[in-house]
């Protein structure tokens, strides 16, 4: 039961570049929208989110879009940096319960 | 760093054997999550606990597994009798209230369990 997808295992961006990271979710009920970063060998860290009411949030070089009609949801960097190079994972949550996330996207950013 | 504490990193058991992970959540955190990633997946939600509660366990296998989070001392995961298909990275998080969808949650680094 997959209520979060990330159909992109893996995406490669020049450095300076945008890097956009999709995620697409079937649950209409997910009111709250997470993306985190993962390095090898570590857990992942809170990056950005989004809450349903809105359609856009941005934090210097990350911003996430969010369509409720398409249930669709993006995460821009720009410009991209090899530091940025990691596992990205989306995450979707309703009522404050617990997050359920996608398979992850690894991204890698060549310099 | 006064982060979510994970030991042991990794861990290898044979079939049958017990798994024992332990998670000691940031100072302060009295909510603690645990989600397991399987090879080449996303992380799967498995239990919430507060101290001494367990709130939610929907994502915990009916059998073999437990977890508790006492008054004093670190959040275990317990895995009895494990088979090669528990062999996943266990991540455990904490967070200071039930902000699991405001990103307070804090990760550790996971216990990596092979069972050979």
């Known amino acids: 039961d997959q209520q979060v997808k990330q159909n992109s295992p893996s995406l490669s961006v020049q450095e300076g570049r945008i890097s956009i990271l999709n995620c697409d979710y079937t649950?209409?009920?997910?009111?709250?929208f997470l993306w985190y970063k993962k390095y090898p060998a570590e857990g992942p860290t809170f990056l950005i989110s989004i809450s349903s009411i809105k359609d856009k949030n941005e934090d210097g070089r990350f911003t996430v879009f969010l369509n409720k009609s398409a249930k669709h949801l993006s995460l821009h960097i720009v410009p991209s940096q090899p530091g940025d190079s990691a596992v990205y994972f989306c995450?979707?949550?309703?009522?404050?319960?617990?997050?359920?996330f996608g398979a992850g996207t690894i991204l890698r950013v060549k310099s | 760093n006064a982060g979510v504490m994970q030991n042991p990193r990794h861990l290898v058991r044979r079939r049958g054997q017990e798994a024992r992970l332990r998670c000691s959540p940031v100072k302060g955190h009295s909510h603690v999550y645990w989600y397991r990633q399987l090879p080449e997946e996303g992380l799967k939600f498995m239990v919430y606990?507060?101290?001494?509660?367990?709130?939610?366990e929907s994502g915990m296998p009916k059998e073999r597994f437990s977890a508790e989070f006492p008054k004093e001392g670190p959040s275990i995961l317990r895995i009895q009798q494990v088979v090669r298909g528990d062999s996943a990275a266990y991540f455990c998080a904490s967070s200071q209230r039930g902000g699991a969808s405001t990103g307070e949650l804090f990760f550790g680094e996971g216990s990596r369990l092979t069972v050979l």
């Open positions: 606990l507060q101290k001494e509660n367990i709130i939610d």
């Open positions: 649950n209409s009920m997910f009111d709250y």
């Open positions: 995450a979707a949550s309703y009522s404050m319960d617990k997050l359920v």
